[in-house]
Every structure is written in C-alpha cells, then in structure tokens.
T-cell receptor, first 112, second 111 residues
Framework: EPEVTQTPSHQVTQMGQEVILRCVPI?????FYWYRQILGQKVEFLVS????????KSEIFDDQFSVERPDGSNFTLKIRSTKLEDSAMYFC??????????FGSGTRLTVV | AQSVSQHNHHVILSEAASLELGCNYS??????LFWYVQYPGQHLQLLLK??????LVKGIKGFEAEFIKSKFSFNLRKPSVQWSDTAEYFC?????????FGAGTTVTVRA
C-alpha cells in the first residue's frame, strides 16, 4: 500500500535555528498538507497545498513557516526561526481526487 | 465551517468490554466525517469514513460508526475491545480540503 514518507523521524534544534521537514507524498496525489500535534493536544491543521501554491493556511502558519514542492516529489515545511512552542509532532498528508487522506508517520521536532 | 467535538477525554475499560466514543459535528453543509486512530508512538491511521449512503459504516479492526443526522452524531463503536485497542481516537470532519480534528479520546484497555 502506498505510503507518505517523512524524514527525519526526530529532529532536535536550537531555538532560533531554521529547520526543514521533508515529506514524500503518494505519487499520484494532488493535494498536500501539514498538520501538527503539540504533546497532549489535538491535531491542528497548518497548511494545504495544491497546484504549486498554498490553497489554505491556518492562523498558526505565520511568516515563520513556508512550504515548497521543489522537485515534484518532495514536499517540505520550513520553519525559519524556531521557537520553543514549535516543539510538536508534524504530520504530512496527501490526498487525491476522490481519495481519502494518507498521513505520514510524523517528525517529532524538539526545540531546545 | 464544519467542526467536530468529542465528549470523552479518557476512557478506561477491560478487555471484551464494548466501546462507544462520542463525536458530534456542527452543521455545515456537506458532511464528510472520519475516525482516525493513533497507537502509541505511531502515526494517524484511518479507521473509517462517511461521505454518504448507508449511515452505518464498517471500518477496519472491527470498528463501526453510525451517522445519525438528527443528532448530529457520528459515534464510534466496537463490540469487544482488545488490549491492542489502547490508543488515541480522533474524530474529524472535512472542510474544503482540510481536516478539522476533535480533541481526541484516549482509550486504555486493561487486560
């Protein structure tokens, strides 16, 4: 069964540093998403991406965040200057026309 | 925009007991509802979904959910749980192309 792959599985970074979280969505999917889950809290929508542009973003997705699909297969989330409160599990997901959502296994980001 | 709310934060039960987790959705037009499970240390997995048709939806691992329009509910059920069902369960609704998740219910099954 096709999978959404995320790397790395765990990243530790110093406050103020830039991080890039990587995702390889399912190859024939057209819609891509990032969600995050702060420990003990619910899963929150960050951003959706379609046709090489952001289709929707939440209030969380401020100027510190950006997404990119640099080469037609990878889908990245960049946090420019990490804060302690960015520590969370970040999930990538993808979906196609008429298909459900497939989530990746997540990247646990720890900001110290 | 449609949203969901889950009533139970933590449910503890014994193996072979029946499980029912509540989920209510707000009115918002077309209804697309999902239940996801997250086992400890793992990613979100789809248990079942409802878009239209038969309101009783069968999912994986013996789970089912019933869409009751008059009650705005989409409760998850399993007749007999196992220890391996210990996990966090999330109800979600679709708005445009994104999912909105409920707060989640932690289910602990005691052997």
């Amino acid at each position: 069964e096709p999978e959404v792959t995320q790397t790395p599985s765990h990243q530790v970074t110093q406050m103020g540093q830039e991080v890039i979280l990587r995702c390889v969505p399912i190859s024939n999917h057209l819609y891509f998403y990032w969600y995050r889950q702060i420990l003990g809290q619910k899963v929150e929508f960050l951003v959706s991406f379609y046709n090489n542009e952001i289709s929707e973003k939440s209030e969380i997705f401020d100027d510190q965040f950006s997404v990119e699909r640099p080469d037609g297969s990878n889908f990245t989330l960049k946090i420019r200057s990490t804060k302690l409160e960015d520590s969370a599990m970040y999930f990538c997901a993808s979906s196609g026309q008429g298909t459900g959502y497939t989530f990746g296994s997540g990247t646990r980001l720890t900001v110290v | 925009a449609q949203s969901v709310s889950q009533h139970n934060h933590h449910v503890i039960l014994s193996e072979a007991a029946s499980l029912e987790l509540g989920c209510n959705y707000s009115y918002g037009g077309t209804v697309n509802l999902f239940w996801y499970v997250q086992y400890p240390g793992q990613h979100l997995q789809l248990l079942l979904k409802y878009f239209s048709g038969d309101p009783l939806v069968k999912g994986i691992k013996g789970f089912e959910a019933e869409f009751i329009k008059s009650k705005f509910s989409f409760n998850l059920r399993k007749p007999s749980v196992q220890w391996s069902d210990t996990a966090e369960y999330f109800c979600a609704s679709r708005n445009d192309y994104k999912l909105s998740f409920g707060a989640g219910t932690t289910v602990t099954v005691r052997a």
